[in-house]
């Protein structure tokens, strides 16, 4: 469940990194972008889900308690040590390789070689 969640914040930050890149065609400038662009998104709908998931904490059944607290706690560390952290740097690190598409796939999308 807690994968299904995190999936927006991703979104949000490789399709921003992916516009700047085919603007601009620099991996560490479309990492710096992406990132600069979409933090202040991803924090707020982070804390909007742990704020509706820690509501079920003040409920009266334990296995709903345990629930909201569990997918809180998670959504908040996913939230900050996934994509503010291991996307950027494994992106950083790959370099050109983070844009590669076979040739195929390319035509079919009509993209310009890299």
């Known amino acids: 469940m807690l994968f299904g969640l995190s999936m927006d914040y991703e ?3 490789l399709s921003r990194m992916r516009e700047e890149w085919d603007l601009h065609g620099n991996n560490q400038r479309a990492v710096a972008y992406g990132l600069e662009h979409t933090g202040r998104i991803i924090t ?3 804390l ?3 704020a509706a998931f820690a509501g079920f904490s ?6 709903l308690q345990e629930f ?5 706690a998670a959504i908040l560390l996913d939230a900050t040590i996934v994509p503010m952290l291991l996307v950027p740097a494994t992106m ?3 370099g050109r390789w983070n844009w590669y598409l076979p040739e195929r796939v ?3 999308l009509r993209l310009a070689p890299v």
Not at 68 to 72: C, D, K
């Open 106 to 108: 390319r035509r079919v």
């Open 44 to 46: 707020a709908a982070a």
């Open 48 to 50: 909007i889900m742990v």
């Open 58 to 63: 003040a409920g009266s059944f334990v296995g």
């Open 11 to 13: 979104v949000f930050l």
């Open 92 to 94: 950083k690190l790959l």
């Open 68 to 72: 909201g607290v569990g997918l809180s």
